[in-house]
């Protein structure tokens, strides 16, 4: 890993300042009423952290991926749901950063963004494709004069209720084919947001996500120019398995040092008395380590192929590469959360011990469905056929 | 570039793409994305491409860009197989 500059390990100080101070003192408040982390969003805010990824031309810090994926993992330590809120702000504001290729409209949006802290929601999946990010329903229709409007119905709309903006994906025009899509960010006043449902879930209750039918107007150049396979390939997907997995990685590693942190006491109390949970918790270490090495790699296997040729993105091998963290990261973060909790025993299955783990499992198990696997294996499982390299 | 390539580039796209429309409405440029492909349709046609002109897509070719439209399988098939015709020699490592 590369040294970040000072600015950035200023951010980072901060973001993990934050994370032990404010994010982690309520978590469990924010876990048991399944409401939004407010008081450290606004920490966040504050220390100017939601305009991290902003480039410095247009005020922000400009803030290295590593840097933002290590601000996730130190969330994901302390609490899953300002982690997760963290995180998908970040590849919205990434993914318009990335593709808005000069259009002043956008330029604008970010400026403002990084004055006024403002928070991004974002309607990718949709009542009828579920999470096939790669077909919409909804369409972009145009209203004359410039204008485009828009009704969607989102099954799942992270703090949806708290943010100031919203990027939505979008079929082209009526006419389009469901594949045919654009990405739209709109403006608080521009969307209507009528909820559907509640929110009420066995983990990352704090995310603050029912459903939701969104109905937007909104003008033409809001409309991201870029092709949309670009922008989903190069950046939507990959950013977001990424940044996802530091979360999960983040809330793993505390139940593990939650784990460890118990057996050390126990072992303090019985001096010299054996400790079988301790050969159990050195398996759950040994996977956690698999999957930190896992997440590690495709960060900076993403960074390499970025910074080399960005086009190299758009290939299969590159779809399978980061849908494969995404599965490998989801499917080991809660194991070693379920594994941390056989090593506690019933003092962590508890939600009022300093070892309790079961926040830990529920918001991990979340990862599975965050994209359906199944989906993201029938993926693979057409790629691999034509795809070369392993 | 030849005439044949393309014809044989269509006739694939008949029998892999499960276009909403007739081929013969699309032009050589005409998206195909746009014209209704589905991601999982495209992996199925570039693997009858690979058995149709005997060649082997490297990973690098294997992006939605080369799978657009008629006339971008035709300049993929050309870089693979020198002269672009359907043929029984060479293709693969
Ligand atoms: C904590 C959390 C926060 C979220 N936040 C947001 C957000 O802010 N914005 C947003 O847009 N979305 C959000 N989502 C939604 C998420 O991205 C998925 O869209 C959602 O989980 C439903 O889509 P799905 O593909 O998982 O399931 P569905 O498409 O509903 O699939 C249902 C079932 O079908 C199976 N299935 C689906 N496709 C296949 C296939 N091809 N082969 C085999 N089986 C298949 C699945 O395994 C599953 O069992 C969030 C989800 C979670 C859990």
């Given at each position: 890993?590369?040294?970040?500059?000072?600015?950035?390990?200023?951010?980072?100080?901060?973001?993990?300042?934050?994370?032990?101070?404010?994010?982690?003192?309520?978590?469990?408040?924010?876990?048991?009423?399944?409401?939004?982390?407010?008081?450290?969003?606004?920490?966040?805010?504050?220390?100017?952290?939601?305009?991290?990824?902003?480039?410095?031309?247009?005020?922000?810090?400009?803030?290295?991926?590593?840097?933002?994926?290590?601000c996730c993992?130190?969330?994901?330590?302390?609490?899953?749901?300002?982690a997760?809120?963290?995180?998908?702000?970040?590849?919205?504001?990434?993914?318009?950063?990335r593709?808005?290729?000069?259009?002043?409209?956008?330029?604008?949006y970010?400026?403002?963004?990084?004055?006024?802290?403002?928070?991004?929601?974002?309607?990718?999946?949709?009542?009828?494709?579920?999470?096939?990010?790669?077909?919409?329903?909804?369409?972009?229709?145009?209203?004359?004069?410039?204008?485009?409007?828009?009704?969607?119905?989102?099954?799942?709309?992270?703090?949806?209720?708290?943010?100031?903006?919203?990027l939505t994906?979008?079929?082209?025009?009526?006419?389009?084919?469901?594949?045919?899509?654009?990405?739209?960010?709109?403006?608080?006043?521009?969307?209507?947001?009528?909820?559907?449902?509640?929110?009420?879930?066995?983990?990352?209750?704090?995310?603050?996500?029912?459903?939701?039918?969104?109905?937007?107007?909104?003008?033409?150049?809001?409309?991201?120019?870029?092709?949309?396979?670009?922008?989903?390939?190069?950046?939507?997907?990959?950013?977001?398995?990424?940044?996802?997995?530091?979360?999960?990685?983040?809330?793993?590693?505390?139940?593990?040092?939650?784990?460890?942190?118990?057996?050390?006491?126990?072992?303090?109390?019985?001096?010299?008395?054996p400790?079988?949970?301790?050969?159990?918790?050195?398996?759950?270490?040994?996977?956690?380590?698999?999957?930190?090495?896992?997440?590690?790699?495709?960060?900076?296997?993403?960074?390499?192929?970025?910074?080399?040729?960005?086009?190299r993105l758009?290939?299969?091998?590159?779809?399978l590469?980061?849908?494969?963290?995404?599965?490998?990261?989801?499917?080991?973060?809660?194991?070693?959360?379920?594994?941390a909790?056989?090593?506690?025993?019933?003092?962590g299955?508890?939600?009022d011990?300093?070892?309790?783990?079961?926040?830990?499992?529920?918001?991990?198990?979340?990862?599975?469905?965050?994209?359906?696997?199944?989906?993201?294996?029938?993926?693979?499982?057409?790629?691999?056929?034509?795809?070369?390299?392993? | 570039?030849?005439?044949?390539?393309?014809?044989?580039?269509?006739?694939?796209?008949?029998?892999?793409?499960?276009?909403?429309?007739?081929?013969?409405?699309?032009g050589?440029?005409?998206?195909?994305?746009?014209?209704?492909?589905?991601?999982?349709?495209?992996?199925?046609?570039?693997?009858?491409?690979?058995?149709?002109?005997?060649?082997?897509?490297?990973?690098?070719?294997?992006?939605?860009?080369?799978?657009?439209?008629?006339?971008?399988?035709?300049?993929?098939?050309?870089?693979?197989?020198?002269?672009?015709?359907?043929?029984?020699?060479?293709?693969?490592?």
């Open positions: 890993m590369s040294v970040p500059a000072d600015s950035e390990r200023g951010l980072l100080e901060a973001v993990r300042r934050i994370a032990e101070e404010v994010a982690a003192a309520a978590a469990d408040d924010v876990d048991r009423n399944a409401r939004f982390p407010a008081e450290a969003l606004e920490a966040l805010r504050g220390a100017g952290a939601l305009s991290a990824a902003v480039p410095e031309a247009l005020g922000g810090q400009g803030a290295s991926l590593e840097t933002i994926a290590r993992f130190e969330l994901g330590r302390r609490c899953s749901s300002t997760m809120v963290f995180a998908m702000h970040q590849i919205q504001v990434l993914t318009i950063a593709h808005l290729d000069g259009a002043p409209w956008f330029e604008s970010l400026r403002e963004l990084h004055q006024e802290q403002r928070l991004i929601a974002s309607a990718t999946s949709e009542v009828g494709t579920g999470g096939d990010m790669s077909r919409s329903i909804a369409a972009a229709t145009p209203e004359g004069e410039g204008v485009l409007s828009f009704e969607k119905q989102a099954p799942t709309v992270s703090y949806g209720a708290h943010a100031d903006d919203l994906t979008l079929r082209r025009t009526p006419d389009a084919e469901p594949g045919d899509q654009v990405l739209a960010l709109t403006k608080s006043g521009q969307a209507e947001l009528e909820p559907a449902g509640a929110w009420d879930t066995l983990g990352m209750r704090g995310t603050c996500s029912p459903g939701f039918l969104v109905r937007a107007r909104f003008a033409s150049e809001q409309v991201l120019a870029a092709p949309f396979a670009e922008v989903m390939n190069q950046s939507m997907v990959p950013l977001s398995h990424i940044l996802w997995s530091h979360v999960w990685l983040g809330i793993a590693t505390d139940a593990f040092e939650r784990a460890r942190a118990f057996l050390r006491a126990s072992a303090r109390r019985r001096p010299g008395e400790l079988p949970a301790a050969a159990r918790l050195s398996h759950v270490m040994a996977e956690l380590t698999l999957l930190r090495g896992e997440v590690s790699q495709a960060l900076h296997d993403f960074q390499a192929d970025d910074v080399d040729d960005r086009a758009m290939t299969m091998a590159s779809v590469r980061f849908n494969n963290l995404k599965l490998a990261a989801s499917e080991h973060a809660p194991s070693v959360c379920a594994g909790l056989e090593v506690v025993g019933i003092v299955y508890r939600n011990t300093p070892y309790s783990v079961g926040r830990h499992l529920r918001d991990a198990l979340s990862a599975r469905l965050m994209v359906a696997n199944e989906r993201l294996h029938a993926t693979d499982a057409a790629l691999l056929l034509i795809a070369k390299e392993p | 570039m030849n005439d044949d390539t393309r014809t044989v580039i269509r006739r694939v796209l008949r029998e892999h793409a499960r276009l909403p429309v007739d081929v013969d409405t699309l050589d440029d005409a998206d195909l994305f746009a014209a209704g492909m589905t991601s999982h349709a495209s992996v199925n046609l570039m693997l009858a491409l690979e058995d149709a002109f005997d060649i082997e897509f490297p990973d690098r070719m294997l992006t939605r860009g080369v799978f657009d439209s008629v006339s971008a399988i035709a300049a993929a098939i050309t870089e693979l197989s020198g002269d672009g015709e359907p043929s029984a020699a060479g293709g693969g490592t």
